[in-house]
């Protein structure tokens, strides 16, 4: 599986920026892609995740309403859309994939088999 983040760069407080997530090379029945990202001296956190099956959705509770995560089924990629950027966004952003979906529990950012390298946001205030 091979997956390629890309739209990062420097925005304004306010401003907005989608990247996206190019997936290729997988088979499975189903899979699940997230986006995390890890800010400098910071852990890696979890910041959105899709089903790519059903279209479910989950979102960290510091993006929520400001982020929206989605797919594009015939060009294999998945979104996130990020409005209202602030500062504290700064960071790197990766996109994985996970070859599961429970309708019960969303991976674990540990539980998460494939990684692309990230794609930098910088936002100035």
């Known amino acids: 599986v091979q997956l390629q983040a890309s739209g990062g760069g420097l925005v304004q407080a306010g401003g907005s920026l989608r990247l996206s997530c190019a997936a290729s090379?997988?088979?499975?029945?189903?899979?699940?892609i997230g986006w995390f990202r890890q800010a400098p001296g910071k852990e890696r956190e979890f910041v959105a995740g899709?089903?790519?099956?059903?279209?479910?959705?989950v979102y960290a509770d510091s993006v929520k309403g400001r982020f929206t995560i989605s797919r594009a089924d015939a060009k294999n990629a998945v979104y996130l859309q990020m409005n209202s950027l602030t500062p504290e966004d700064t960071a790197i952003y990766y996109c994985?994939?996970?070859?599961?979906?429970?309708?019960?529990?969303?991976?674990?950012?540990?539980?998460?088999?494939?990684w692309g390298k990230g794609t930098l946001v910088t936002v100035s205030s």
């Open positions: 899709i089903n790519w099956s059903g279209g479910s959705t």
């Open positions: 994985a994939a996970v070859s599961w979906f429970s309708s019960s529990r969303w991976p674990t950012s540990d539980e998460y088999d494939y």
């Open positions: 090379g997988y088979t499975f029945d189903d899979v699940t």
